[in-house]
Structures are given as C-alpha cells and as structure tokens.
C-alpha cells in the first residue's frame, strides 16, 4: 500500500498521490495546513509554489477532490478552491 502524504488514508475515488514524489514531504507540512485568516502568509504561498513544481501534483488534487478534502492545500488549491473548481467542473458536466 501507498503512503499518503498528508494523513492517514481513508480510500478516496482517486488513488492517493506517491509520497515519495511528493516535494511536501521534503518541507514543513504545517505550511500545507494554514490557520483560518492565513491563507496568504508567505509560508502558504510558498507552498503553492511548491505545489506547482510538484510531480504529483494533478493526483494530488484529483485525491482531494475525490475525498471532498476540507483541510489543507492539496495540489496547491486551498479547499475553497477546490469548491470552486469543483462547482466550475459539475456545471460544465
Ligand atoms: S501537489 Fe503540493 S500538496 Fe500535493 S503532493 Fe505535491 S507538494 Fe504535496
């Protein structure tokens, strides 16, 4: 079985992304996790860029929209994002 990056696995509609290609895992995950109102500290934005060389990056985020994930910037979106690509992809169906 894979690792997952972030937590614990609960099966998703997506496999998780590999853990070992993930450049979060090389950095500090409190960075992915920012505080309500912390959205766009420096910390944050540094991990989106992160997220947008990252190699699992499109899983990633398949992952965590497969999940309805509410915490934590996965594929370099924070959750109203995802909401927001989410509800932008329903339409579109
Ligand atoms: S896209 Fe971002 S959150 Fe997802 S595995 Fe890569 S670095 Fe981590």
Known sequence: MQDIIHQPGQPGLSP????????????DPDAWFPEHGFENSIETRTA???CGG????????????GR???HGIWGGLTYAER???ARGTERAA
Do not use: F, G, K, T
């Open 16 to 27: 998780p992304p590999r853990a070992d290609l993930a450049l979060c895992a090389q950095a």
């Open 48 to 50: 989106r860029r992160i």
């Open 54 to 65: 990252c190699p699992v990056r499109v899983p990633c985020l398949a992952y965590a929209l």
């Open 68 to 70: 309805r994930e509410r």
């Open 83 to 85: 909401r927001q690509l």
